[in-house]
């Protein structure tokens, strides 16, 4: 006889343990299945967690270089990867041992193993052993993620061609790397290699960086990083990557048909990432998916499957940790009989480089398409005190607010945490405030988010600092 449960959830990722430990709260018998081995998804495995602790220690150790300009005379400096890669697993160690403890915590029923479809009420488990189980479960969370996405006819050996998972643990600080990608990723693991010592070109397909981001942003952003010694090659179409004894040769064609060739130790393809929805067996119980392989859902995140519901990177939307924990918790809502809810234009979205990069509502190129009217405030840090005062001051704060109401539509911030201070503006638009609400509010003296009031109050005309 089958276990039975009253909701089961595929996956354990930010938004599958979240899901899992809501339903757990309000009352359900709960199961959360993670084939990874431990849970926290590609998030806490190997993509945010371990990323940010890199990108921590390699700025730490490019700080550390350069302390002697201010006064701070250290002896020779020197890179132990091997110990900082200890750092960093041991910071994932801590957290997925921590994820593990809050299901256990909540009575959530952990199985380690691979979920599939057996049919619409029951799913099949089969461990690294290759033993198997059946549970029953009245409705069926899918929470799967993602996984990185190739180009054609281009293999990911995680040696010479890596993805993100590979570029979180090379076992040596390579001479030469070319980035395929100017998105988030990307970027942020060459930041991380180019302050440990490599040479690092970016290729990308399309005229700017960081796609769907603010131009404005987008372009203060690429000539700070350009001053950090990495190097850009826009408008360049991949048509292959040649492995050889000395590494891999990258050749592309630019937007004049020109054939440039690019030779490197190793190569990171950072051109997205897929739904991981393969090896579910979705067909057999019949939820549909899209054209991208992403699972239809309705708003309240069920599938055409009446018990079935989706959430995640699996479904429409941006593949972010957070936007994911928050549909966890309203599908669990949903499906006791509450309001579950999530307002897509008020997620955050944060690029963790130095500076850090941070977004929420509306681009102004996304306002233009619109042909909505609007108002813009900016604010840079070269003139915020604090700033000033740790010489750490490149980057602004931009405020995008209605033309006749004042509401705010979006914000944009290039700076030290920036990822912090978005949050202030997420309130702000979770409750409909305006720029002038911001501006009144009283901000400490001296700290980085004085720029975000001064911004606020440059909506108006009237910032003082500037």
């Given at each position: 006889?089958?276990?039975?449960?009253?909701?089961?959830?595929?996956?354990?990722?930010?938004?599958?343990?979240?899901?899992?430990?809501?339903?757990?709260?309000?009352?359900?018998?709960?199961?959360?299945?993670?084939?990874?081995?431990?849970?926290?998804?590609?998030?806490?495995?190997?993509?945010?967690?371990?990323?940010?602790?890199?990108?921590?220690?390699?700025?730490?150790?490019?700080?550390?270089?350069?302390?002697?300009?201010?006064?701070?005379?250290?002896?020779?400096?020197?890179?132990?990867?091997?110990?900082?890669?200890?750092?960093?697993?041991?910071?994932?160690?801590?957290?997925?041992?921590?994820?593990?403890?809050?299901?256990?915590?909540?009575?959530?029923?952990?199985?380690?193993?691979?979920?599939?479809?057996?049919?619409?009420?029951?799913?099949?488990?089969?461990?690294?052993?290759?033993?198997?189980?059946?549970?029953?479960?009245?409705?069926?969370?899918?929470?799967?993620?993602?996984?990185?996405?190739?180009?054609?006819?281009?293999?990911?050996?995680?040696k010479i061609i890596i993805s993100s998972t590979g570029a979180l643990s090379l076992e040596k600080v390579p001479n030469k790397m070319v980035v395929v990608g100017g998105g988030y990723i990307g970027l942020e693991m060459g930041s991380?290699?180019?302050?440990?010592?490599?040479?690092?070109?970016?290729?990308?397909?399309?005229?700017?960086?960081?796609?769907?981001?603010?131009?404005?942003?987008?372009?203060?952003?690429?000539?700070?990083?350009?001053?950090?010694?990495?190097k850009f090659n826009m408008q360049n179409k991949v048509e292959k990557i040649k492995i050889n004894k000395s590494g891999a040769e990258v050749l592309t064609v630019d937007k004049d048909g020109k054939k440039n060739n690019f030779k490197?130790?190793?190569?990171?393809?950072?051109?997205?990432?897929?739904?991981?929805?393969?090896?579910?067996?979705?067909?057999?119980?019949?939820?549909?998916?899209?054209?991208?392989?992403?699972?239809?859902?309705?708003?309240?995140?069920?599938?055409?499957?009446?018990?079935?519901?989706?959430?995640?990177?699996?479904?429409?939307?941006?593949?972010?940790?957070?936007?994911?924990?928050?549909?966890?918790?309203?599908?669990?809502?949903?499906?006791?009989?509450?309001?579950?809810?999530?307002?897509?234009?008020?997620?955050?979205?944060?690029?963790?480089?130095?500076?850090?990069?941070?977004?929420?509502?509306?681009?102004?190129?996304?306002?233009?398409?619109?042909?909505?009217?609007?108002?813009?405030?900016?604010?840079?840090?070269?003139?915020?005190?604090?700033?000033?005062?740790?010489?750490?001051?490149?980057?602004?704060?931009?405020?995008?607010?209605?033309?006749?109401?004042?509401?705010v539509l979006g914000a944009h911030i290039i700076g030290l945490h920036a990822g912090e201070l978005i949050a202030e503006i997420g309130v702000a638009m979770e409750f409909g405030a305006s720029a002038e609400d911001i501006a009144r509010?009283?901000?400490?003296?001296?700290?980085?988010?004085?720029?975000?009031?001064?911004?606020?109050?440059?909506?108006?005309?009237?910032?003082?600092?500037?």
């Amino acid at each position: 006889m089958s276990e039975k449960f009253q909701v089961v959830v595929i996956g354990g990722g930010p938004g599958g343990y979240v899901c899992a430990i809501r339903l757990a709260q309000l009352g359900l018998k709960t199961a959360c299945i993670e084939s990874r081995g431990s849970l926290g998804g590609t998030c806490l495995n190997v993509g945010c967690i371990p990323s940010k602790s890199l990108l921590n220690l390699s700025e730490e150790f490019h700080k550390v270089k350069g302390l002697a300009n201010k006064g701070i005379e250290v002896g020779n400096v020197k890179l132990n990867l091997e110990k900082m890669m200890k750092s960093k697993n041991k910071a994932v160690t801590v957290l997925t041992k921590g994820v593990e403890f809050l299901l256990k915590k909540n009575k959530v029923t952990y199985f380690k193993g691979h979920g599939s479809f057996k049919s619409r009420n029951e799913i099949l488990i089969k461990n690294d052993e290759n033993k198997e189980i059946i549970i029953h479960s009245e409705k069926i969370v899918i929470a799967t993620g993602s996984v990185p996405a190739s180009l054609p006819g281009i293999n990911i050996d995680e040696k010479i061609i890596i993805s993100s998972t590979g570029a979180l643990s090379l076992e040596k600080v390579p001479n030469k790397m070319v980035v395929v990608g100017g998105g988030y990723i990307g970027l942020e693991m060459g930041s991380v290699w180019s302050r440990l010592g490599t040479d690092v070109q970016v290729v990308e397909f399309l005229d700017h960086i960081t796609p769907g981001m603010d131009k404005e942003i987008s372009l203060e952003f690429m000539k700070i990083l350009k001053k950090q010694g990495i190097k850009f090659n826009m408008q360049n179409k991949v048509e292959k990557i040649k492995i050889n004894k000395s590494g891999a040769e990258v050749l592309t064609v630019d937007k004049d048909g020109k054939k440039n060739n690019f030779k490197c130790d190793v190569v990171l393809l950072s051109v997205g990432r897929k739904p991981n929805t393969d090896g579910l067996n979705l067909k057999k119980v019949g939820v549909i998916l899209d054209d991208k392989n992403r699972i239809k859902t309705d708003k309240n995140f069920k599938t055409n499957i009446e018990n079935i519901y989706a959430i995640g990177d699996v479904i429409d939307g941006p593949m972010l940790a957070h936007k994911a924990e928050d549909e966890g918790i309203a599908v669990a809502e949903n499906i006791v009989g509450q309001s579950g809810h999530v307002n897509y234009d008020t997620i955050p979205g944060v690029i963790y480089t130095k500076p850090e990069i941070a977004s929420i509502g509306k681009t102004e190129e996304q306002l233009i398409k619109l042909n909505q009217k609007y108002k813009v405030g900016k604010f840079s840090f070269m003139a915020n005190s604090r700033a000033k005062a740790i010489d750490d001051a490149e980057g602004f704060v931009k405020i995008l607010a209605d033309e006749k109401t004042d509401k705010v539509l979006g914000a944009h911030i290039i700076g030290l945490h920036a990822g912090e201070l978005i949050a202030e503006i997420g309130v702000a638009m979770e409750f409909g405030a305006s720029a002038e609400d911001i501006a009144r509010t009283c901000h400490a003296h001296p700290t980085f988010s004085e720029a975000v009031k001064e911004a606020a109050l440059s909506v108006d005309k009237r910032a003082i600092h500037s």
